[in-house]
């Protein structure tokens, strides 16, 4: 397996090639195969969309909050 180092729109990839770029990153990942995502290692999954952050609700003080980390969407090919 090669070393991933960017997730690149339109490319599909193996839960373990996102596995290990997820982990060795600072990255969000929304999956469409919920919490079964690394369960299969050879599964295959398309990126969908990339952003370079996110509005993120704090349930401690109400605010929205943009965090700049890089957020993936990810479908099931």
């Known amino acids: ?9 339109g490319v ?3 839960a373990a090639e996102i596995d290990q770029f997820i982990s060795k990153s600072d990255a969000v990942i929304l999956s469409s195969n919920e919490n079964q995502l690394f369960a ?3 599964r295959q999954f ?3 969309q990339a952003f370079e952050g996110y ?3 704090s349930a401690e003080d ?3 909050y943009y965090r ?3 957020a993936y969407v990810i479908d099931k090919v």
């Open 1 to 9: 397996m090669s070393k991933v180092n960017e997730l690149e729109v």
């Open 12 to 14: 599909n990839y193996k």
């Open 40 to 42: 299969n290692p050879e």
């Open 46 to 48: 398309r990126i969908v």
């Open 55 to 57: 509005f993120e609700h």
């Open 62 to 64: 109400g605010e929205k």
């Open 68 to 70: 700049t980390k890089n």
